[in-house]
C-alpha cells in the first residue's frame, strides 16, 4: 500500500511538504515555524497538533492534517507573528474527499 493513499492530490500549483529530503524538510520547517508564530492562544487552531502537507505557491495557503483526522486549509499572512483571529484563516473538511474537492476548485 503507498505511504501517502487516503491524503488528497495536492494541485500542480502545490509544493508536497511530506517528503524527508532536505529540501522539503527545510519549507516544511519554515512553514510550521511561520504557523505557530501567527497562532494566538485564542485561534481554534492554537495547541492542536498539525502535520503539514503542502504549500501553494500561487497563494499564502497551506494544508494541515490536525491531530491525524481533520483536514485545513490555513491562509498565512507571513507576518511572523501572533495574528488576531480570525487570522490567519482556516477551513476545516473532515474527509479527504471534502479536502479534495476544495483544493480542485480553488
Request: glycine share 6%; proline share 7%.
Amino acid at each position: 500500500m503507498d505511504r501517502w493513499s487516503g491524503y488528497p492530490s495536492l494541485p500542480s500549483s502545490w509544493l508536497d511538504l511530506r517528503g524527508d529530503d532536505d529540501e522539503v524538510e527545510r519549507r516544511r520547517r519554515a512553514v510550521e515555524r511561520e504557523l505557530a508564530a501567527e497562532l494566538s492562544p485564542d485561534h481554534q487552531l492554537f495547541g492542536h497538533r498539525a502535520a503539514v502537507v503542502g504549500q501553494s505557491e500561487s497563494t499564502d495557503d497551506i494544508l494541515l492534517l490536525l491531530e491525524g483526522r481533520i483536514w485545513a486549509l490555513v491562509h498565512l499572512t507571513w507576518r511572523g507573528s501572533p495574528e488576531r483571529p480570525p487570522w490567519p484563516r482556516v477551513k476545516t473538511y473532515d474527509s479527504v474527499h471534502a479536502v479534495q474537492e476544495a483544493l480542485d476548485h480553488n
